[in-house]
């Protein structure tokens, strides 16, 4: 049980406070409500981009790290195709030092063409590092399109090539700020050796004087359900086949969700795991293979990846998988195995109250998915999961016609 | 009216004082070292083993005897294993490490009773069955070939082997090595690391008295082998070739890895030298972050450290920079080197420098966890708790002098070991 106090300022910025005096640190994390999917088709990359461009500076502080690092702080921050979220860590005593940063760069940037050409080269090496430069590292820009006909999903965060980067204004970098960058597009959640009342002293002080700017209302394009098998065959320079099959569920906001995820856990959480077991270890065909659910905001992916061995077809590791999704719609689970995929879910969240950070960065989530204390209520959603439900789920999912199958061939 | 060009004070960051670890012998001669703290119904255990002395003809026996712990014992197979501590929520992973190999169990306190008699199973009576060796060897060699067309990884492998030669440190193991690994040398290797006198049990949670009893009490049964185990090591030799370069006429980026042996932990100079790197390449404000990246853009990251082992130590610097940049990445990095040996670092950046190292050692203090992980840091290198009382004082007092005389006595860029896997 994760406890919090929350409240709102006049120009929407809603506030989380979770009094942790266990520890002598503080965390302030701020999740912003723009990911990829609010880019503009033809301009994307940009959020997260901008994620890095939010490090160059604001308008009253020239630089953000290093008065940060002074008062022994960390921070980082990453962007999803749903949010943007960026965190600090630092000693609860300085914790006035990170309101003064937050609040400039909400109040506005710097906006220099010097950070916004060094960041476009950076993020240019990121998505070479990253996508390019790897074995399997363009999946991700190969299977979302696949996948996502109308809806932004259709692209990763990184962005569809490195032109849309190369190609950022300065212009485009102060739209963006101005249309998403607001108090009431932003959730703050402080955590650690602090009390509401500091925080609300503080709060006032320094994010009460920012205008609250015009509300975002997004209005994106739905995916349609998806009613034709689609596939794609690349021939590419790794060293293994590579097969991915991605799926189209429901959001994470969908009451089905939990059933979905121990879906996923039943089929590949953990040496027990059915996919694991039977196509790595009896029937030996693959190497690995796992299977994971995006967890998005809209329509989102089960994806199952696997290798399969050197000496094994693609056409039979595909129909291994393919019978291993066939037997979890057929029959239902059987029990034990489902206490244990919820036995496995309820301790990840015991640990996970052990992590300040983990804690602070889950309040911030579910405050945007509707109410922080949907965090502390995950546990009796998985544990209400019944059998029924795993089929009627795993049967509505796993449909030929719902499947997006990406292989790659290794050049030989 | 709030004057935003203004920093708000900061404090100076106190560290708390750090839980010790209460500790008792086994009649066996096992080490037990336990932390009771933190409020949630949940404990993590650690068997820790030593490694035994490195055989350069079977390179991979450390590294596989431990990894296939969880394969079978004569009781269960690889699946009942999986099944029994999956079922419980519990967590079991192996960890092989360049001086110990670890077992660890994260478990619900509830579930322990459940949970121990698995793991004494596996570290008492482990077989390494034929069949499960094999499905090992294959996907690993698969995993191998995975690895070896990634830059960054051919780069760490070459230095390694540079600076650590023929060791446990410096030996990464090819696809061959993988073939020649069978059951009786498993075995063997088993029977003689993973005994009672060559372990040290580390726990932490909320661990009361009856907690610890259940622990012990599952272990009572665990007996010694005939023989010790022999965990010395031979001495490391670097290799004489400093320059290693891999042409990847494609690559879009170079992966560079350069650096030399240094002092480990146990030397009085370590907390100084951490100082030094952490201004040269240890955190993201870092000289080479500022330079390398923030000011040049021809990286996603670039960064230092010290690998700190029991028998030998490295300094490194590491980055994956564009193809076309390479010569100037390296240039820029010589320039960085240079100039700490020749200038002294300034009174503003030595103390925001201070300040982060000590809000670091602050922050890595999260939970009871993290609290046993500082114990492992002091202990396994043959230290005490003064070495952190010892560490905080030199971040606080070391002298931009000091700095600058370690960087003249420790660096010498031309003597670097320097890995370049791309194009230069």
């Known amino acids: 049980m994760v406890k919090f106090n929350r409240f709102i300022l006049d120009n929407g910025l809603r506030v989380i406070v979770h009094e942790d005096n266990t520890t002598p640190m503080a965390v302030v994390n701020i999740l912003y409500d723009v990911g990829a999917r609010d880019e503009n088709p033809e301009q994307t990359g940009f959020a997260h981009l901008f994620e890095h461009l939010m490090f160059g500076g604001s308008v009253n502080i020239p630089t953000y790290d290093e008065p940060l690092q002074r008062v022994g702080g960390e921070n980082n921050a990453f962007t999803s195709n749903d949010i943007t979220n960026y965190y600090i860590t630092l000693p609860a005593a300085n914790l006035e030092t990170a309101f003064w940063l937050e609040s400039d760069r909400m109040l506005s940037l710097a906006f220099s063409e010097k950070s916004l050409e060094v960041q476009r080269n950076v993020v240019m090496e990121e998505f070479k590092q990253r996508y390019l430069n790897q074995p399997y590292g363009d999946v991700w820009l190969r299977l979302r399109p696949l996948v996502y006909k109308h809806h932004p999903y259709q692209w990763a965060t990184i962005g569809k090539n490195l032109e849309h980067i190369e190609h950022a204004k300065i212009e485009d970098v102060k739209a963006f700020f101005k249309k998403h960058y607001t108090p009431q597009n932003a959730i703050m959640v402080v955590g650690g050796d602090v009390t509401l009342e500091q925080v609300k002293q503080l709060a006032e002080k320094w994010f009460a004087p920012i205008p609250a700017g015009e509300k975002y209302v997004r209005n994106l394009p739905q995916e349609p359900e998806q009613h034709e098998e689609r596939r794609e065959t690349v021939t590419a320079k790794v060293p293994l086949n590579d097969i991915y099959i991605a799926f189209q569920v429901p959001a994470r906001t969908d009451g089905d969700y939990f059933a979905l995820d121990l879906i996923s856990d039943i089929l590949s959480r953990g040496q027990s795991s059915r996919l694991y077991r039977s196509l790595v270890k009896e029937k030996q065909l693959f190497s690995e293979i796992h299977a994971h659910l995006t967890g998005s905001s809209d329509k989102g992916m089960l994806v199952v990846e696997g290798k399969p061995l050197e000496n094994v077809s693609i056409e039979e590791a595909e129909a291994a998988i393919w019978l291993e999704l066939e037997a979890i719609c057929n029959n239902p689970v059987p029990e034990d195995e489902l206490i244990k995929v919820k036995n496995k879910t309820e301790s990840t969240m015991v640990f996970s109250e052990m992590a300040l950070l983990d804690k602070a960065m889950n309040l911030a989530f579910f405050e945007l998915l509707g109410d922080a204390d949907l965090f502390n209520h995950e546990t009796e959603k998985y544990l209400a999961v019944n059998a029924q439900q795993i089929q009627e789920q795993s049967k509505s999912v796993f449909r030929r016609d719902n499947s997006s199958t990406l292989i790659y061939l290794a050049e030989k | 009216m709030l004057d935003r060009t203004i920093a708000p ?416």
């Open chain 2, 9 to 424: 004070d900061f404090g100076s960051i106190d560290i708390i004082k750090l839980i010790e670890p209460e500790h008792t012998t086994l009649p066996n001669g096992c080490e037990v070292y336990l932390f009771d703290s933190g409020d949630q119904e949940l404990v993590r255990i650690e068997w820790i083993f030593g490694n035994l002395r490195f055989n350069p003809e079977k390179p991979l026996l450390n590294m596989a005897a431990n990894t296939l712990l969880t394969e079978g014992t004569s009781a269960l197979t690889s699946s009942q294993i999986a099944d029994r501590i999956d079922y419980y929520g519990a967590f079991l992973q192996a960890e092989y490490g360049y001086d110990q190999s670890t077992v660890t169990l994260y478990s619900l306190t509830r579930h322990l009773g459940s949970t121990l008699p698995v793991i004494f199973d596996v570290l008492t009576d482990s077989q390494y069955p034929e069949k499960e060796l094999d499905t090992f060897i294959r996907n690993q060699q698969q995993k191998l070939q995975v690895s070896l067309q990634k830059n960054d990884v051919l780069a760490r492998r070459a230095f390694n082997k540079a600076v650590y030669g023929n060791t446990i440190y410096g030996q990464s193991g090819e696809a061959a090595d993988y073939q020649q690994l069978n059951c009786t040398d498993l075995l063997d290797h088993f029977k003689q690391m993973y005994q009672p006198s060559n372990c040290t049990l580390v726990i932490a949670g909320k661990v009361k008295e009856d907690t610890l009893k259940q622990i012990t009490d599952a272990f009572n049964g665990w007996t010694n082998y005939s023989q010790p185990a022999n965990t010395t090591q031979p001495t490391v030799i670097p290799q004489t070739e400093r320059l290693y370069f891999t042409d990847k006429p494609d690559a879009l980026q170079s992966a560079i890895r350069m650096g030399l042996p240094m002092v480990n932990r146990a030397h009085p100079d370590f907390p100084a030298l951490q100082v030094l790197n952490t201004v040269l390449g240890g955190y993201f404000g870092s000289r080479l972050m500022a330079n390398i990246r923030e000011d040049k853009g021809y990286t996603y990251g670039i960064g230092s450290g010290i690998s700190s082992l029991k028998h030998g130590s490295a300094f490194f610097i590491a980055t994956e920079v564009g193809a076309d940049v390479c010569h100037s990445a390296i240039a820029e990095i010589e320039k960085e080197i240079k100039l700490l040996k020749t200038e002294l670092i300034s009174e503003e950046e030595l103390s925001l420098v201070r300040n982060y190292m000590l809000g670091s050692l602050l922050g890595s203090l999260e939970n009871v966890f993290s609290h046993a992980d500082k114990f492992k840091n002091v202990y396994f290198s043959g230290l005490t708790y003064d070495y952190y009382t010892r560490y905080t004082e030199i971040i606080k007092h070391v002298t931009a002098e000091d700095l600058r005389a370690l960087a003249n006595q420790y660096w010498d860029f031309d003597s670097f070991y320097k890995v370049i896997v791309g194009k230069y």
